[in-house]
């Protein structure tokens, strides 16, 4: 990298852009003299921490950025011995005090979002003592405190009594009726540190006194009166013994400052670049910039790039080279781009390898580049005898001399021009080619119709142009690569109104070679505008889908979310049915238990059977008509319900395994499993003979008790009508019942418990309370 290069390029404006968003000094120093690294690691470590810095940024997070002083001067005197003034220790405190904030700010959780900035603040010192020192001492305004040592505090006490008593003296005296008219003014003032009064001239004698200075006419003397010449003289005493006890405390402090002074460079170096990533970011927001993709194959892809330094509506640009091509040659007319184009992929590099984003479009890539060189503008010199064409030459001839790898950049603006056309377009290949046998990423601009060719039929060269508008007679300023530049110079003619007939002399004066060229050209041009707007209408109609999908997925979401809320009031409404009905169990129980015979009880359970099945049948919802998978004909404008949504719709289309249904405001496609139409079914005769079994739940339910006195029975007689009325008590619905088997010699109860422990609807089985008969019974619990 040499200067020129910045220069021609303009990279110190973008430098003095980036300098002013810079919150230091030291700061706005490291932005003005930053330069492109070339190594990949270092370019991506600065490309981290300007990214960084911009997630931090735009977090909203107060980022402890003031505070920071330039203290090399200062550091330097510390550490020779010198004594500071109050104003550079409250700079060295101020900045201390930044260092710790700033450690302090990346141990917290910025740490994880920012690893690279977090990692160089971590080298910070932070130096508590001598921050606490100066805080305790110096003011921020730069002056000691007067808390700062008892002795201090002790004699500026003295200082402002004796003023005090300076002052009312000479109060008195100025205001007094005797001696105001002995006065110049009615005032007080110092000369020489000492408190005085103007007299006039001509009453010197009247108000004896020490003179200190005289007005310039001589009319005025500023002289001391005796009565506050003792008073004065104390005053000035204790001053001198203030400013020693001043000096004293200032070379304490210096002392310290001095100790540290090595650590406290160091962070001055850190703070430096933390303020530095700190502006890049800032810039990289104003600029609406990127972070590039560095590559290590010397590869350059720019996308929807933007000169950083053009202001207003800029036509951002598309430039590729160094994979498929090596060489890019760009024609096309005057004012037309070319040069901004050379300059954008040239500044953009420098910028990327100096850790700023580009104003380019996300995905864009940058390759490491050791060397960029170019050549643009005339800088023809009379001085030197240098014409256009010398000076372009003499650059050209110094970037050969320096070029000699695949991993420079050079830019050549108008290649050739200055000289003859033919020998010119000549030379501008031969050099062409020898960048291109070195493996130097070139871009190049001409006027000259033989590159074009040259680019066509090189391996490793490609064509490039901007676009034209024969209409409008102007540049559109987009970059076309592949695409040779078209001459335009008959179009411009004919719209400026010259005779046809001189065109159409004109056109048939050219080879036809080159009229078979130039109609290529147009008819690829003219197939290139057609796809554009082909390609711009499939991109309008990819966004239109896209956001009717969104549109689709929200309503879903909100479908998805109100059967959420009908499923929790209907778990809300379940829970209380169960705490009723438990209430009622227990008020059951209780009665049951409190019956005094077996028919009594028989009866209340019926009863309460009974209602229980009042309530069950009012809570039933009847079931809707094709319940489950549909296997019938479905057809176009049929109503159905949509399973799990809850919501109804109509048939739009069908296909062998699919509907479009019109569910509201949605349209979506639905298996046809899912759907049930919305039709009345005609109910079936029930076929001869055939057993209903919810009327028999119902007939056994009013009938059966719910326990069985098994007393007096063998175990064989005991266990078959044990086994027989389980299964009428599961088919009556019953939850529990009571298998009541006696006390005795403990065999009828061991039966009964190993049979109801293998039974396979009973879920679990205790003996009865105290209240129930105790081991005398046996509660079983039945499964529903």
């Known amino acids: 990298?040499?200067?020129?290069?910045?220069?021609?390029?303009?990279?110190?404006?973008?430098?003095?852009?980036?300098?002013?968003?810079?919150?230091?000094?030291?700061?706005?120093?490291?932005?003005?003299?930053?330069?492109?690294?070339?190594?990949?690691?270092?370019?991506?470590?600065?490309?981290?921490?300007?990214?960084?810095?911009?997630?931090?940024?735009?977090?909203?997070?107060?980022?402890?950025?003031?505070?920071?002083?330039?203290?090399?001067?200062?550091?330097?005197?510390?550490?020779?011995?010198?004594?500071?003034?109050?104003?550079?220790?409250?700079?060295?405190?101020?900045?201390?005090?930044?260092?710790?904030?700033?450690?302090?700010?990346?141990?917290?959780?910025?740490?994880?979002t920012a690893p690279t900035l977090a990692a160089l603040a971590a080298g910070l010192t932070v130096f508590p003592t001598l921050e606490a020192e100066i805080e305790r001492a110096i003011e921020p305004e730069g002056r000691v405190k007067d808390n700062a040592t008892p002795q201090l505090y002790r004699l500026r006490s003295q200082i402002r009594t004796f003023q005090n008593r300076v002052r009312d003296k000479l109060e008195a005296i100025v205001h007094g009726s005797e001696t105001r008219k002995y006065l110049q003014e009615s005032l007080v003032t110092l000369r020489n540190g000492r408190y005085v009064i103007p007299v006039k001239q001509e009453y010197r004698q009247v108000l004896p006194g020490i003179v200190h200075d005289q007005s310039a006419s001589g009319a005025t003397l500023f002289i001391e009166p005796m009565a506050i010449v003792e008073i004065?003289?104390?005053?000035?005493?204790?001053?001198?013994?203030?400013?020693?006890?001043?000096?004293?405390?200032?070379?304490?402090?210096?002392?310290?400052?001095?100790?540290?002074?090595?650590?406290?460079?160091?962070?001055?170096?850190?703070?430096?670049?933390?303020?530095?990533?700190f502006a890049k970011a800032r810039y990289s927001l104003a600029l609406g910039g990127t972070e590039p993709v560095i590559n290590d194959q010397a590869y350059l892809r720019l996308l929807a790039a933007r000169h950083p330094l053009l202001e207003g509506d800029v036509v951002p640009i598309d430039l590729e080279l160094g994979r498929s091509f090596q060489t890019l040659v760009i024609t096309g007319p005057n004012t037309g781009g070319k040069t901004v184009s050379l300059k954008t992929a040239g500044l953009l590099t420098l910028m990327a390898q100096s850790g700023?984003?580009?104003?380019?479009?996300?995905?864009?890539?940058?390759?490491?580049?050791?060397?960029?060189?170019?050549?643009?503008?005339?800088?023809?010199?009379?001085?030197?005898?240098?014409?256009?064409?010398?000076?372009?030459?003499?650059?050209?001839?110094?970037?050969?001399?320096?070029?000699?790898?695949?991993?420079?950049?050079?830019?050549?603006?108008?290649?050739?021009a200055g000289t003859d056309p033919a020998e010119g377009a000549t030379l501008a290949i031969a050099l062409l080619e020898e960048f291109h046998r070195r493996g130097v990423r070139t871009i190049a601009t001409t006027h000259y119709g033989d590159l074009k060719v040259f680019a066509y039929n090189t391996q490793g060269v490609q064509n490039a142009s901007v676009e034209f508008d024969p209409q409008t007679l102007a540049p559109t300023y987009r970059l076309l690569i592949g695409l040779p530049g078209r001459s335009n110079a008959f179009a411009v003619a004919s719209r400026l109104g010259l005779d046809p007939a001189i065109i159409e002399r004109a056109r048939a004066l050219l080879s036809p070679g080159e009229r078979r060229v130039e109609d290529l050209i147009g008819e690829i041009m003219k197939e290139r505008q057609m796809l554009e707007e082909e390609r711009r209408d499939a991109s309008v109609l990819r966004l239109r889908v896209q956001r009717e999908e969104q549109e689709l997925k929200a309503?879903?979401?909100?479908?998805?979310?109100?059967?959420?809320?009908?499923?929790?009031?209907?778990?809300?409404?379940?829970?209380?049915?169960?705490?009723?009905?438990?209430?009622?169990?227990?008020?059951?129980?209780?009665s049951l238990q409190e019956a005094a015979d077996g028919s009594a009880r028989i009866k209340l359970a019926n009863q309460a059977r009974a209602a229980m099945e009042e309530q069950l049948e009012a809570l039933t919802e009847p079931l809707l008509p094709g319940a489950g998978e549909y296997q019938g004909e479905l057809e176009v404008g049929m109503k159905v319900k949509l399973a799990g949504f809850g919501q109804e719709g109509v048939i739009l289309d069908l296909n062998p395994e699919n509907a479009l249904v019109q569910a509201g405001a949605v349209r979506l496609w639905v298996e046809r499993g899912k759907l049930t139409p919305l039709v009345e079914e005609k109910k079936q005769p029930a076929a001869p003979g055939t057993i209903k079994m919810g009327a028999l739940a119902?007939?056994?339910?009013?009938?059966?008790?719910?326990?069985?006195?098994l007393r007096g029975m063998t175990v064989e007689e005991a266990l078959q009508v044990t086994d027989k009325y389980l299964d009428e008590a599961i088919l009556a619905g019953l939850p529990w019942v009571r298998l009541i088997h006696g006390k005795g010699t403990g065999a009828l109860r061991a039966a009964i418990k190993d049979y109801v422990k293998k039974h396979p609807r009973v879920r679990k089985y205790r003996w009865g309370e105290t209240n129930e008969g105790g081991m005398g019974v046996t509660v079983v619990e039945l499964e529903r």
């Open 1 to 112: 990298m040499n200067e020129k290069t910045f220069r021609v390029l303009e990279f110190d404006k973008i430098l003095s852009r980036l300098s002013t968003y810079a919150s230091s000094q030291l700061g706005k120093e490291l932005a003005l003299t930053l330069r492109p690294a070339l190594t990949s690691p270092a370019i991506k470590e600065a490309q981290a921490e300007t990214t960084e810095a911009c997630r931090l940024t735009q977090s909203g997070e107060r980022i402890p950025l003031g505070g920071i002083h330039d203290l090399r001067a200062a550091l330097k005197k510390a550490g020779l011995g010198g004594v500071l003034s109050p104003e550079e220790l409250a700079a060295v405190g101020e900045t201390c005090r930044a260092a710790r904030l700033f450690r302090e700010f990346f141990r917290a959780e910025q740490g994880e």
């Open 232 to 277: 004065n003289n104390q005053l000035r005493q204790v001053e001198a013994e203030e400013e020693k006890e001043v000096a004293r405390i200032l070379a304490a402090l210096s002392v310290l400052v001095g100790a540290e002074a090595a650590p406290a460079l160091v962070n001055l170096e850190i703070l430096a670049r933390l303020d530095l990533a």
């Open 356 to 416: 700023l984003h580009i104003p380019a479009a996300s995905g864009s890539e940058v390759g490491v580049f050791t060397g960029i060189y170019c050549d643009i503008g005339d800088e023809q010199s009379i001085e030197q005898s240098l014409s256009t064409f010398s000076s372009h030459m003499t650059n050209i001839i110094s970037i050969l001399k320096e070029v000699q790898s695949g991993a420079s950049l050079v830019l050549l603006d108008e290649l050739g």
């Open 555 to 590: 309503e879903l979401a909100q479908l998805k979310a109100k059967r959420n809320e009908l499923l929790k009031e209907a778990r809300e409404e379940a829970r209380a049915l169960v705490r009723e009905t438990r209430r009622e169990m227990e008020n059951l129980l209780r």
């Open 698 to 709: 119902q007939q056994k339910a009013k009938t059966i008790s719910p326990e069985l006195d």
